[in-house]
């Protein structure tokens, strides 16, 4: 948090941090009225022992692209005013290390660590935890720590003053085309939890789907799930479609058109070779795969610094334990989870696949994209006094892996479809005292809005589009998610995941 005066040279920024010594980088808007389309960046230099700084002011974020020593595409979600950080490795160095995406390259900050080069940093922490294969302990270090790191690379990547300028070597050294890397897991995932955010997904998924009559009034007090971390992909990993205990009466010709071999239950024995797959039934249910496959469209953010057991976090102190954000696709099996959902919910239906986005985009790039949220009746304990969430834009479609034509789903929706914010959503979680871990990941729940177009799963869309198949084998579900403008530099990558046929 910090307030600020701009003068014709210089920011006169006042930090609200519990540290008054934080060095970091801050965003600030140049003008109010166009939704902080501009902003500068400013560079902490020294922390008075009041928190009232003098500043130069850098130029703004929009020609950061033509000051960057990696060229930046005009339309790249990675700009300068990003810095997403993620998990890669390469052919030739298969061992996972930390990278940051800027353009179409990957900064490879391992490297960067081994050359000291962040002895220049203005923040003091280890370098060493920029060596390690998952982004746990360069996050559990907190956001003035990590915000830091984030605005001294972006000085690396704009600054003529930079090694990376001066060393063409060095340059080559730690760059690495995104489309030569392989992407893994940001995190070591301890706990994953969904939420139920959506008032339009609620109504659609509760009151409907086998479930006449059920209260789609889920939002006094929040609900949410537990999630299987096992089953968490980075994008781009195949998902085989799942194979489970569905009622006879699904129709299976209205959606997939895939092999529907099938076993009935009670001929199960252990002794019965997979091999053998006959059409057998009985009474009311099979064994086969799921005809209702979906997607649900998302956003979720990792833990930094994990709080103690028993400690509840107030809404207002939960940014300091939120690293970044990412796209999540929490597969859905709808026919799979009509027998489930009452009394305890979705368990197979869901427990076989999550897919998130590689790159995780820090509080810190979001910071000049923050709106508003509309007014909305919250518990007492949750009413946040900066209640805002932020402009950011989320959209799926479907690319047919078949030869036959048809309708495909896709959609547009947003952030502020969400009925709870990030913060509430952390505080609600540690309510009870519920200890939190880095890299415990946390989702928002399918982001569906009002409008037709803003539905962001097949078993919504269907209800007002009745072609639209649920998915077939060989599609590819494609999320993508920006902040603003889609060319404003600041956005999520994709989020993809191809359907295989079913393992029987």
């Given at each position: 948090?910090?307030?600020y005066?701009?003068?014709?040279?210089?920011?006169?920024?006042?930090?609200?941090?519990?540290n008054?010594?934080?060095?970091?980088?801050?965003?600030v808007?140049?003008?109010?009225?166009?939704?902080?389309?501009?902003?500068v960046?400013?560079?902490?230099?020294?922390?008075?022992?009041?928190?009232?700084?003098?500043?130069?002011?850098?130029?703004?974020?929009?020609?950061m692209?033509?000051?960057?020593i990696?060229?930046?595409?005009?339309?790249?979600?990675?700009?300068?005013?990003?810095?997403?950080?993620?998990?890669?490795?390469?052919?030739?160095?298969?061992h996972?290390?930390?990278?940051?995406?800027?353009?179409?390259?990957?900064?490879?900050?391992?490297?960067?660590?081994?050359?000291?080069?962040?002895?220049?940093?203005?923040?003091?922490?280890?370098?060493?935890?920029?060596?390690?294969?998952?982004?746990?302990?360069?996050?559990?270090?907190?956001?003035p720590?990590?915000?830091?790191?984030?605005?001294?690379?972006?000085?690396?990547?704009?600054?003529?003053?930079s090694?990376?300028?001066?060393?063409?070597s060095?340059?080559e050294?730690?760059?690495?085309?995104?489309?030569?890397?392989v992407?893994?897991?940001?995190?070591?995932?301890?706990?994953?939890?969904?939420?139920?955010?959506?008032?339009?997904?609620?109504?659609?998924?509760?009151?409907?789907?086998?479930?006449?009559?059920?209260?789609?009034?889920?939002?006094?007090?929040?609900?949410?799930?537990?999630?299987?971390?096992?089953?968490?992909?980075?994008?781009?990993?195949?998902?085989?479609?799942?194979?489970?205990?569905?009622?006879?009466?699904?129709?299976?010709?209205?959606?997939?058109?895939?092999?529907?071999?099938?076993?009935?239950?009670?001929?199960?024995?252990?002794?019965?070779?997979?091999?053998?797959?006959?059409?057998?039934?009985?009474?009311?249910?099979?064994?086969?795969?799921?005809?209702?496959?979906?997607?649900?469209?998302?956003?979720?953010?990792?833990?930094?610094?994990?709080?103690?057991?028993?400690?509840?976090?107030?809404?207002?102190?939960?940014?300091?334990h939120i690293?970044g954000?990412?796209?999540?696709?929490?597969?859905?099996?709808?026919?799979?989870?009509?027998?489930?959902?009452?009394?305890?919910?979705?368990?197979?239906?869901?427990?076989?696949?999550?897919?998130?986005?590689?790159?995780?985009?820090t509080?810190?790039?979001l910071?000049?994209?923050?709106?508003?949220?509309?007014?909305?009746?919250?518990?007492?304990?949750?009413?946040?006094?900066g209640?805002?969430?932020?402009?950011?834009?989320?959209?799926?479609?479907?690319?047919?892996?078949?030869?036959?034509?048809?309708?495909?789903?896709?959609?547009?929706?947003?952030l502020?479809?969400?009925?709870?914010?990030?913060?509430?959503?952390?505080?609600?979680?540690?309510?009870?005292?519920?200890?939190?871990?880095?890299?415990?990941?946390?989702?928002?729940?399918?982001?569906?809005?009002?409008?037709?177009?803003?539905?962001?799963?097949?078993?919504?869309?269907?209800?007002?589009?009745?072609?639209?198949?649920?998915?077939?084998?060989?599609?590819?579900?494609v999320?993508?998610?920006?902040?603003?403008?889609?060319?404003?530099?600041?956005?999520?990558?994709?989020?993809?995941?191809?359907?295989?046929?079913?393992?029987?």
């Open positions: 948090m910090y307030d005066r701009l003068h014709d040279s210089f920011c006169e920024i006042s930090l609200i941090y519990e008054p010594h934080v060095l970091q980088m801050v965003a808007p140049l003008n109010m009225g166009r939704r902080c389309k501009e902003f960046a400013v560079c902490i230099l020294q922390a008075k022992d009041n928190r009232t700084l003098l500043l130069a002011s850098s130029a703004s974020f929009n020609n692209a033509s000051q960057s990696i060229p930046i595409p005009a339309d790249s979600p990675f700009s300068l005013a990003n810095i997403p950080f993620g998990i890669f490795s390469t052919q030739s160095q298969p996972p290390r930390l990278g940051v995406a800027i353009g179409e390259q990957i900064l490879d900050l391992k490297v960067l660590a081994l050359e000291g080069i962040f002895m220049d940093c203005e923040v003091t922490f280890p370098s060493d935890v920029l060596m390690h294969t998952t982004l746990n302990a360069f996050a559990a270090l907190g956001r720590i990590t915000s830091g790191v984030r605005a001294y690379i972006q000085s690396l990547l704009s600054q003529s003053s090694p990376l300028h001066s060393s063409p060095l340059l050294r730690c760059t690495v085309k995104q489309i030569e890397a992407m893994h897991l940001p995190f070591d995932i301890g706990d994953f939890t969904d939420f139920t955010s959506s008032k339009t997904h609620a109504k659609n998924t509760h009151s409907g789907h086998g479930h006449e009559g059920v209260d789609a009034d889920m939002f006094n007090p929040p609900r949410a799930a537990s999630g299987r971390v096992s089953t968490i992909l980075p994008s781009g990993i195949p998902i085989v479609r799942p194979v489970g205990h569905l009622p006879t009466s699904a129709s299976p010709e209205r959606s997939y058109s895939g092999p529907l071999e099938d076993r009935a239950l009670d001929d199960l024995s252990s002794d019965t070779p997979v091999e053998s797959r006959t059409l057998a039934r009985t009474t009311g249910f099979s064994l086969a795969p799921t005809n209702e496959l979906d997607f649900e469209l998302e956003l979720a953010f990792f833990i930094s610094v994990p709080t103690k057991h028993f400690e509840r976090v107030p809404v207002e102190k939960t940014e300091k690293f954000v990412v796209l999540l696709n929490d597969w859905s099996a709808r026919d799979i989870q009509i027998p489930e959902t009452l009394p305890f919910g979705a368990f197979n239906a869901k427990n076989f696949a999550s897919t998130i986005s590689p790159w995780v985009v509080l810190d790039a910071e000049p994209f923050k709106i508003a949220h509309d007014i909305r009746r919250v518990p007492s304990y949750l009413v946040d006094k209640d805002a969430t932020y402009d950011i834009s989320v959209s799926t479609r479907v690319i047919p892996g078949g030869s036959v034509e048809r309708e495909m789903g896709v959609a547009r929706s947003c502020r479809n969400s009925y709870w914010t990030f913060r509430q959503m952390l505080a609600f979680h540690t309510l009870s005292g519920c200890r939190m871990r880095t890299g415990d990941l946390i989702g928002t729940g399918t982001l569906s809005g009002e409008d037709t177009t803003s539905l962001c799963s097949l078993v919504e869309q269907r209800k007002h589009f009745p072609n639209r198949m649920f998915l077939q084998d060989r599609d590819e579900v999320f993508t998610a920006w902040c603003g403008s889609p060319k404003g530099g600041v956005g999520f990558g994709e989020c993809r995941g191809v359907v295989l046929p079913a393992g029987l």
